[in-house]
């Protein structure tokens, strides 16, 4: 099994910045791919951004040129730089990672989710 455990939402006021972070642990052979996903009230859930092995990296086109995903692989830790935040990008954030706990076996896990708040 694979916990995730975010950290970093919070509070912020418009044009301010946060950055996020996601660690994984327990059985990890490898990780392929890890990303955050933001679901706004009411709304579906979507994709951020996804960084895979290698550093290649994808967005949203409504958070391009704003938020950045990085990778710690020694700590099996993603980030997510915000900035020029807006009350659009208020949701709870939650961390994804595709794990190779074995040769045969690759699975996805989520984090919990961290709250986002965008407001003066």
């Known amino acids: 099994q694979v916990q995730l455990v975010e950290s970093g939402g919070g509070l912020v006021q418009p044009g301010g910045s946060l950055r996020l972070s996601c660690t994984a642990s327990?059985?990890?052979?490898?990780?392929?791919?890890m990303a955050w996903y933001r679901q706004p009230p009411g709304k579906q859930r979507e994709l951020v951004a996804i960084?895979?092995?290698?550093?290649?990296?994808n967005y949203a086109d409504s958070v391009k040129g704003r938020f950045t995903i990085s990778r710690d692989n020694a700590k099996n830790t993603v980030y997510l730089q915000m900035n020029s935040l807006s009350p659009e990008d208020a949701a709870v954030y939650y961390c994804?990672?595709?794990?190779?706990?074995?040769?045969?076996?690759?699975?996805?896990?989520w984090g919990q989710g961290t709250q986002v708040t965008v407001a003066s």
């Open positions: 960084i895979i092995n290698g550093g290649n990296t």
């Open positions: 994804n990672a595709n794990v190779r706990s074995s040769i045969f076996h690759s699975a996805d896990f």
């Open positions: 327990g059985s990890i052979l490898e990780i392929n791919a």
